[in-house]
């Protein structure tokens, strides 16, 4: 015995047959923090956007949680540096970490982001220790 289903799909508003209509489809939204889905006719999807539209261009395009943790990720910081540059930013750290208050790397594991970032900002030159209040020319 043979079996087939069919799936239809149709516009959540007017209730038209939309399966075959190049478009249309399933729309997500979310508003004061609920989560909706609409099946929408490409028509109705345009009358949404066109409604929204005063919204979305005086908003903020928010990227979710785990999105921004995936991005601010220290794999995602130093996946684009190759071995040399990492042993550079290691050995520069281990040179100048303790003059800008950080924890010196070590010679294996992760470069903490603070050292990256401190790398990132003195163009990997020297850093010279500041001399203390005491010894301060008058």
Wanted: charged content about 35%; glycine content about 8%; proline content about 5%.
């Amino acid at each position: 015995m043979a079996r087939q289903e069919i799936v239809k799909l149709f516009d959540d508003i007017t209730g038209e047959d939309i399966t075959d209509q190049r478009g249309a489809g399933r729309v997500e939204f979310e508003v004061g923090g609920k989560r909706y889905e609409v099946d929408l006719s490409t028509k109705n999807q345009d009358a949404l956007k066109e409604a929204l539209e005063p919204f979305i261009s005086a908003g903020r395009r928010v990227v979710s949680a785990s999105v921004r943790r995936h991005l601010e990720s220290p794999s995602r910081r130093t996946a684009h540096l190759d071995r040399a540059q990492l042993a550079e930013i290691r050995r520069w750290g281990q040179e100048n970490a303790a003059a800008l208050g950080l924890k010196p790397p070590s010679d294996k594991g992760r470069v903490s982001n603070e050292v990256l970032e401190a790398y990132r900002e003195h163009d990997g030159q020297r850093v010279r220790r500041p001399v203390p209040p005491a010894f301060a020319a008058a």
